[in-house]
């Protein structure tokens, strides 16, 4: 079973560029999970004045069923009432969201939580392209942040923002910018990006929204893979055209389906979003694949995106014919 | 400053305990001056100890947390002067600043009171890069010590330059202004911001030199002989703030740690209580500041208590600990009587309190501001712990040894009416000998069990940190064991800390039996001589060892081992080499990083235990031996036929 899934992930979901995933993380009541309710536009997650002992949960878009990942490997039903955070590995949830159409949110359990150990957390250190570190205005950017952060592995922090929130409880304007001029002199070093504001004004929660959509888009994908969490994506309501990669939710934030390929492969050279639309047969794309696994530059995402448009140029040919006998096999099937 | 109006009320109720307490001293001693007009000679010496030691009562309370707790704010709170220290939205309390109300020991003609580092400690700081550097320079993170070196560098030298020849000339010095202005304050106790600096603003130029900084105060209402303690924050990055403040709690019999409600009791919150509860509980106290910034306040604030109960719990930590809640800037506004500008949350925090009040009315938001503020609990609670630690304890000696001048005076009026008589071949000298003999007799013996103690002490220590080594590279087998030499790995200091600190507290416990012991021995010496060489038949009260503590809380235990610097010390650590290697490493690290730590805890902490245990015990005998002169001197003055032939004994 294991195996099989294994086997589609390869050969489809990861075959292309996966979403990237931004692991949020802080210490605890640092405003993470009220963050991401607001880019969520929902209260998927419980926020709390006291320490919340949640599991990390992995968000992904769509309505594909959600489920939690024991420590031990196996793989039960998502219960929020049920999930023991000591015997959790992490919680796949999804939501059908705007932002997840661009990106995977990976939410964690506050750091510096005297009842929660720092594994919880940075167990998902390794799945984790980007970062957004939340610290609290009011008690902004702390030595035991600092030491945490300093650790992170450097590409993961070469790609990481640090949010100041709860910026609307600073007396005014004066004293904020004070708090955001120390923060970036004191950390700005360890981040991509410093950014401040508070998830209860509309206007920052849509900037905040846009900067994490821009900061993906750049984004070399670091994390390593998780089957489990791939596994949900086939999963997705069996698509009318189930050889079609143009249903599938991996592509979803794309805008997808009736996409023009050409424009798409000129648009990626030139344009920084992660906007991919193919309606590309299976067989193709991991022919695609194993060309690139071998000689890719994944650190280099402007190089590879012009590796993937070539190879697409090349492929062209089989692309039409592909189609074609994709819709021939439509019709049949209608 | 500012108008507390009927306000005053509120504030000075909650001090009533301690202000009563006060009235009790004075009553003493007022008494005990008109005594020492009077009293004999052999009395004077001890009936003016405990004069000078009413007179310099200061119980000394210390407000510590986390950066951006509130301290600042909250104490200016609770000394009803909203402006006098410096509070800013940025962390840059950088002194440790003693609020001394209605002091009696105030210097002349002195209100602030700036004290620098001195040459030496000043080198050390910038040389090594204080404790930070010297300890990742020991743990071999030269990235990590070049980064404090740089800290400190950029540090000394914007200070000598700004200074210029001042700097010199301040090193080792002391200021004193004789009155209090805030912008003396804000020069010298808190860092100014970067920014403002650019620009020539003068905040915080001698903040970086500043060591200590006292103010004077007297506020009507507020009791004698107070003292309050800022403190800078504890888990800032720039981490030569702590070591200060870890000094400032070693010298405090109380504390007041301050969290923030938004995020009540982190693991750094919990390391700090878990140093200073092991003193004694009743000694601190929880004050969960800026509660009007929470959301749903009566819920939030119930949530937040049983959430510092339980953890308290499950950390071996007392739950009788006194938990309050407050907002110092509730305080302030009304202190201010600007409640009316207060910021809109806070504003709204403190209706939800008062669903059924009138905020209309300026006066009554006022006085709510005031009660849901929490300072009118807290100076209760605070007075409350001082008068049932270290005043009753002050109490009970003050009693003891007034008892025990009592008793000598009684003995000797009583001896003088009936007649002493000095056994045949006892003289004058003949006495004075026996006494210098067991007053050399019983500070040899107290300085060989002293100094054996200290031996074990420092063995037990050892011992102690070889255990730990060896459950630590257990752990760590286990560990490779199980996940292979990859993954994370840490080994929680504190069991380390607990055993070096019950080491010490036994040897404290022990070393207060041998004082009690050597005071016996004493009494039975004296005795001896009073019944042999004077036929007097005296039991004295027996001897009381006092109350107050002779020793301080050992806070160089809560000094950051690099131990707890878990963030990426531990990983790098390992990834160093092989597991051998580390295991050699970890041994070396570990002893390079405790021995000083023990060094410290024998010779600031210990040491002077012995020191104050030794006193109590010379001071108990000189006592004695001018009681037994006093009886001599009656015994002299005696004309009976037995004095006689001593004298021409004699």
């Known amino acids: 079973m294991n195996q099989t899934l294994n086997l589609v992930a ?71 009432t049920k999930t023991d955070i000591n015997e959790t590995a992490f919680c796949v949830v999804s939501a059908d969201s705007e932002i997840l159409r661009y990106i995977d949110i990976i939410d964690t359990p506050g750091n510096s939580d005297p009842n929660i150990p720092s594994e919880h957390w940075e167990r998902m250190v390794q799945y984790a ?27 993961l922090r070469a790609q990481a923002l640090l949010m100041i929130t709860q910026a609307d409880r600073m007396p005014d304007e004066r004293a904020a910018a004070k708090v955001q001029r120390r923060v970036e002199r004191d950390a700005g070093k360890y981040f991509a990006d410093v950014a401040m504001g508070s998830m209860v ?58 996409a023009d390929a050409t424009e798409t492969t000129q648009g990626r050279e030139t344009d920084a979003s992660p906007e991919i639309s193919l309606g590309l047969p299976n067989g193709t794309l991991a022919a695609v694949w194993r060309n690139l696994e071998n000689n890719a530059d994944l650190s280099d995402n402007q190089a590879f995106l012009e590796q993937v448009a070539a190879l697409l140029e090349s492929t062209k040919d089989i692309l039409s014919k592909q189609s074609d006998s994709n819709a021939a096999a439509e019709a049949k099937a209608d | 400053m500012s108008g507390l109006g009927d306000l005053n009320m509120v504030y000075s109720e909650g001090f009533s305990e301690l202000n009563r307490f006060w009235e009790q001293l004075d009553a003493i001693e007022a008494n005990l001056e008109a005594q020492l007009k009077t009293a004999p000679e052999h009395l004077r010496v001890q009936l003016e100890r405990v004069s000078e030691r009413i007179s310099s009562f200061e119980p000394t309370v210390s407000v510590i947390g986390q950066i951006k707790a509130g301290k600042s704010t909250l104490l200016n709170a609770m000394i009803g002067e909203s402006n006098l220290l410096p509070s800013d939205v940025n962390p840059w309390t950088s002194v440790i600043t003693g609020i001394h109300l209605n002091s009696r020991i105030r210097p002349d003609n002195t209100r ?56 010199h000339q301040l090193l080792g010095q002391s200021r004193s202004f004789a009155e209090i202005e805030k912008e003396t304050l804000d020069r010298y106790i808190c860092y100014g911001d970067p920014d403002d600096l650019e620009d020539g603003a003068t905040e915080g130029v001698y903040a970086d030199l500043t060591k200590l900084a006292d103010l004077y105060i007297d506020l009507p209402g507020y009791p004698r002989g107070l003292c309050f303690r800022d403190t800078p924050g504890v888990n800032d990055t720039f ?185 045949r071949g006892v003289s004058r000298t003949g006495i004075k000998l026996k006494l210098d003999g067991l007053k050399l007799e019983v500070l040899t013996s107290f300085d060989n069990r002293a100094a054996a103690e200290r031996l074990q002490l420092h063995e037990k220590m050892h011992k102690a940190m070889t255990q730990f080594v060896d459950t630590a590279i257990e752990a760590l087998q286990s560990h490779i064991d199980a996940f292979g030499e990859a993954d994370n790995w840490t080994h929680e200091p504190s069991s380390l800390r607990m055993m070096l600190r019950s080491a010490y507290s036994n040897a404290t416990t022990k070393l207060r039996r041998d004082g009690e012991k050597y005071l016996d021995e004493i009494g039975d010496g004296v005795h001896d001589i009073l019944f042999y060489d004077l036929n007097v038949h005296h039991d004295s009260v027996s001897a009381e060892f006092p109350n107050q503590s002779q020793h301080k809380a050992p806070t160089a235990l809560a000094k950051t081992l690099s131990l707890d610097l878990q963030g990426g010390w531990w990983r790098r650590f390992w990834r160093l080499g092989g597991k051998t290697r ?55 003055r005696m004309p009976s036929a037995d004095k006689k032939t001593t004298r021409s004994a004699a």
């Open chain 1, 10 to 80: 390869s050969t489809s979901a990861s075959a292309i560029r996966r979403k990237p995933r931004i692991m949020v993380a802080g210490e605890f009541s640092a405003g993470k999970s009220f963050l991401i309710n607001a880019l969520l536009e929902k209260e998927v997650l419980p926020s709390n004045v006291t320490s919340t002992a949640m599991p990390p949960i992995w968000l992904v878009g769509g309505a594909g069923g959600s489920f939690s990942v024991r420590r031990d490997g196996e793989i039960v039903d998502f219960d929020i």
């Open chain 1, 129 to 155: 392209d980007g970062l957004v570190w939340c610290t609290s205005a009011m008690q902004a950017w702390k030595q035991s942040e600092k030491a945490t952060v300093a650790d992170l592995p450097e590409d």
């Open chain 1, 201 to 258: 004004r509309d206007s920052d929660v849509r900037s905040t929204t846009s900067r994490l959509i821009e900061l993906a888009a750049g984004m070399a994908l670091r994390g390593s893979e998780e089957p489990a969490v791939e596994r949900l994506r086939p999963m997705q309501p069996k698509a009318k055209s189930a050889t079609t990669l143009a249903s599938h939710p991996a592509v979803e934030p794309c805008g997808v389906a009736k």
């Open chain 2, 112 to 167: 602030a009171l700036f004290r620098f580092f001195d040459a030496e400690e000043w080198d050390r700081l910038v040389e090594t890069g204080g404790r930070l550097g010297e300890m990742a320079a020991r743990a071999g993170f030269d990235n990590e010590v070049e980064e404090v070196k740089d800290q400190v560098k950029q540090m000394r030298q914007t200070t000598e330059e700004r200074l210029g020849d001042e700097f």
């Open chain 2, 239 to 423: 981490m030569m703030r702590e070591q200060i403040t870890l000094n400032a709690i070693s010298e405090s019999r109380m504390c007041i740690v301050v969290l923030s409600a938004h995020q009540a009791l982190s693991t750094v919150d919990l390391a700090l209580l878990r140093i200073i509860c092991s003193v004694e509980s009743r000694e601190v106290l929880i004050f969960v500041n800026r509660v009007d910034e929470l959301g749903d306040l009566a819920e939030d604030i119930k949530k937040i208590e049983r959430d510092i109960r339980h953890t308290l719990g499950r950390m071996g930590l007392s739950e009788r600990l006194n938990i309050l809640f407050g907002s110092g800037y509730w305080a302030n506004c009304a202190i201010d009587d600007r409640c009316a500008d207060m910021i809109a949350n806070s504003l709204a925090a403190l209706k939800s309190l008062y669903p059924a009040a009138d905020f209309t009315d300026p006066e009554e938001l006022r006085v709510k501001a005031i009660e849901a503020s929490g300072i009118g609990a807290l100076h209760k609670a605070v007075a409350q712990q001082i008068v049932d630690g270290p005043g009753k304890a002050l109490m009970a000696d003050i009693k003891a040894s007034l008892a025990q001048a009592t008793d000598a005076q009684d003995a000797v009026v009583a001896i003088a009416a009936s007649g002493a008589v000095m056994s």
């Open chain 2, 582 to 636: 580390a295991e050699t490493r970890y041994r070396s690290l570990i002893e390079t990083e405790v021995t000083p730590l023990m060094e410290e805890v024998l010779n600031d902490f210990f040491d002077e235990a012995v020191a104050n245990t030794r006193s109590i015990i010379v001071d108990y005998f000189d006592d004695q031996a001018s009681f037994v002169g006093a009886i001599v001197e009656a015994a002299e």
